[in-house]
């Protein structure tokens, strides 16, 4: 069977910088039939478990460190018996959520994640958090961003261990030049595609969100 994209939506909390605030986060599933990476574990682990099914999962792939994307990461790799991989650089906002308990794994630029059949390349792309991550699949025609992307512009960069011009050089370097149609799949909210983002980029810059 064909690899696929399962998707749910869940609710909780993302709290940095002595705040709080209400978020609903995308949680991704991708495989065919008999196994599956899951992209970021959020709130709900039984919501994800329900995507996951009794394929055997190989990894959970974390976009960033941030609470609301890794906060039940260890509940769920213990419960489906799958590492859980983080880029080294947001180790320092992994142990603000999880002071005792280290990821299994890294993920490094340029890695290529094998599953169901395709290849989930690893994007580097800091500004968001340093260790922020993008995950491409060209055979799906896919890329998941996170926190990186929205079809609204890039993440938000008000907060501690994020920085503006980073984030927007991450895009530009990495995102923009994958082929238009790529349909971008990010942490919260609405899809889009590289080409849509390519349209809009120059007014983000000037206008600095």
């Known amino acids: 069977m064909a690899a696929r994209i399962d998707h749910t939506t869940t609710s909780g909390t993302f709290s940095l910088d002595g705040q709080t605030f209400e978020v609903d ?5 991708v495989g065919d039939d008999a196994e599956c990476v899951v992209i970021d574990a959020p709130h709900d682990v039984d919501a994800i478990r329900a995507l996951v099914g009794d394929r055997e999962v190989r990894a959970v792939l974390c976009t960033h460190a941030h609470d609301d994307h890794v906060r039940k990461a260890p509940e769920l790799a213990e419960a489906v018996g799958a590492p859980v991989l983080l880029h080294p650089d947001d180790m320092v906002l ?3 959520t999880h002071p005792e308990r280290e990821p299994d794994g890294e993920l490094a630029d340029g890695q290529v994640v094998e599953v169901g059949g395709i290849g989930l390349r690893v994007l580097h792309t800091p500004g968001h958090a340093p260790g922020a991550v993008c995950l491409h699949s060209p055979e799906l025609g896919v890329v998941f961003t996170g926190d990186t992307l929205f079809a609204g512009g890039p993440g938000a ?13 991450s895009i530009r370097d990495r995102l923009l030049p994958l082929p238009a149609d790529t349909e971008v799949r ?7 595609t590289i080409g849509e983002v390519r349209a809009q980029f120059d007014d983000w810059v000037a206008r600095g969100s």
Do not use: K
């Open 25 to 29: 986060n995308n949680a991704w599933v």
């Open 94 to 96: 992994w142990r603000l």
């Open 157 to 169: 960069t008000g907060r501690s261990f994020s920085d503006f011009g980073t984030i927007t050089a």
């Open 186 to 192: 990010p942490g919260h909210g609405e899809s889009t």
